[in-house]
C-alpha cells in the first residue's frame, strides 16, 4: 500500500523568505500524480500544485514549485517570497488509483 | 459555479444518535469522495460513489456507516449510533468523470461532535 510521510510536524518562515516542506511516498508504480493541499484555519482544503510522475520537469504555479525527485520518492514544496496568507496545514498526496492518500501535514507558520 | 457544498458546518450528536451528513458535488461532477480527519491527523479515504452507485467502499467501517449519492439530491454519509470515536471532520470532494487525476474539488467539510 502507498504511504505518504511528512517529517516536519511544524516549519516557521519570515515573511518574503523562501520555505521549504519536505515529503516522501512508497509506492512501487511507476505512473502516478502527487499532489500538495493547503488547510487554513477556515478548513477549505485547497489544491496548491500537481505533478505528474511521467513529467521530469517540477511544476510550478506562482510563488510554489515542487522539487520532484522521482528515484528518491520524494516531494518536496517551496514556497517564495512568504506572505502571511501562506499559514496554514499543508498537505502532501498520493493519488492511488481514485484514491488520494494523505500525509500526516505540517503547519507553516508565517513571521510578519 | 457554487463549488461543493457540505452542510452542516457543525453538527453536534448524543452518543448513541444517528448523523447525516450531506454534500452537493460541482455542477457537472457525478463523483463524489468522502473523507475523515481525525484530529491532528491527515484525511483518510471513505468511500468513493458516482450516481446511484457505490464504487470503492475501502475506507468505510465495516459497522455503522453508510453512503449513498441517489441519482436527484446530495450524496448522504450516514453514521449511526455515533461514538465518541465518530468525532472528527468530513469532508466530501467531487471530480468529472475521468479527471481525479487533476485533483478533487474538497467542500469546507462538516465537525462532528459527539458528546
Known amino acids: 500500500a502507498q504511504t505518504v510521510t511528512q517529517s516536519q510536524p511544524e516549519m516557521s518562515v519570515q515573511e518574503a523568505e523562501t520555505v521549504t516542506l519536505s515529503c516522501t511516498y512508497d509506492t512501487s508504480e511507476s505512473d502516478y500524480y502527487l499532489f500538495w493541499y493547503k488547510q487554513p484555519p477556515s478548513r477549505q482544503m485547497i489544491l496548491v500544485i500537481r505533478q505528474e510522475a511521467y513529467k521530469q520537469q517540477n511544476a510550478t504555479e506562482n510563488r510554489f514549485s515542487v522539487n520532484f525527485q522521482k528515484a528518491a520518492k520524494s516531494f518536496s514544496l517551496k514556497i517564495s517570497d512568504s506572505q502571511l496568507g501562506d499559514a496554514a496545514m499543508y498537505f502532501c498526496a498520493y493519488l492511488s488509483g481514485n484514491k488520494l492518500v494523505f500525509g500526516a501535514g505540517t503547519i507553516l507558520r508565517v513571521k510578519s | 459555479n457554487a463549488g461543493v457544498m457540505q452542510n452542516p458546518r457543525h453538527l453536534v450528536r448524543r452518543r448513541g444518535q444517528e448523523a447525516r451528513l450531506r454534500c452537493s458535488p460541482m455542477k457537472g461532477h457525478s463523483h463524489v469522495y468522502w473523507y475523515r480527519q481525525l484530529p491532528e491527523e491527515g484525511l483518510k479515504f471513505m468511500v468513493y460513489l458516482q450516481k446511484e452507485n457505490i464504487i470503492d467502499e475501502s475506507g468505510m467501517p465495516k459497522e455503522r456507516f453508510s453512503a449513498e449519492f441517489p441519482k436527484e439530491g446530495p450524496s448522504i454519509l450516514r453514521i449511526q449510533q455515533v461514538v465518541r470515536g465518530d468525532s472528527a471532520a468530513y469532508f466530501c470532494?467531487?471530480?468529472?468523470?475521468?479527471?481525479?487525476?487533476?485533483?478533487?474539488?474538497f467542500g469546507s467539510g462538516t465537525r462532528l461532535t459527539v458528546v
Open positions: 470532494a467531487s471530480s468529472p468523470p475521468n479527471s481525479f487525476n487533476y485533483g478533487y474539488t
